[in-house]
Nanobody, 127 residues
Framework: EVQLVEYGGGLVQAGGSLRLSCAAS????????IGWFRQAPGKEREGVSC????????YYADSVKGRFTISSDNAKNTVYLQMNSLKPEDTAVYYC????????????????????WGQGTQVTVSS
């Protein structure tokens, strides 16, 4: 059974940092792209970042470039999202998602392309 579980959300002041973890099980990690998405109240789900575990290519939304870093530890089947210089507008429920991809495909950006989702973790940034 494929499972994705997010950890690391919480409350932080503006300018602070958090690291989210997405622990995956039930599939061959190297064959997958893992994405991070977020959804704030009253807003649509937004793609934040993605990493392709086959070629380690990455994608970042413009709103987080230079502040967030995605990384993958294939030995631990875990993807991390390091979030620095957090802003109140980063407040949202953050989800990780996974999809199996052909070797060399690269990143997968859109939510509808993902097959598996975690339950989400709340990130709240106070001003």
């Amino acid at each position: 059974e494929v499972q994705l579980v997010e950890y690391g959300g919480g409350l932080v002041q503006a300018g602070g940092s958090l690291r989210l973890s997405c622990a995956a099980s039930g599939f061959t990690f190297d064959d997958y792209a893992i994405g991070w998405f977020r959804q704030a109240p009253g807003k649509e789900r937004e793609g934040v970042s993605c990493i392709s575990n086959s070629d380690v290519s990455t994608y970042y939304a413009d709103s987080v470039k230079g502040r967030f870093t995605i990384s993958s530890d294939n030995a631990k089947n875990t993807v991390y999202l390091q979030m620095n210089s957090l802003k109140p507008e980063d407040t949202a429920v953050y989800y990780c998602a996974g999809v199996k991809i052909p070797k060399g495909l690269g990143v997968v950006i859109f939510a509808h392309e993902y097959d598996y989702w975690g339950q989400g973790t709340q990130v709240t940034v106070s001003s």
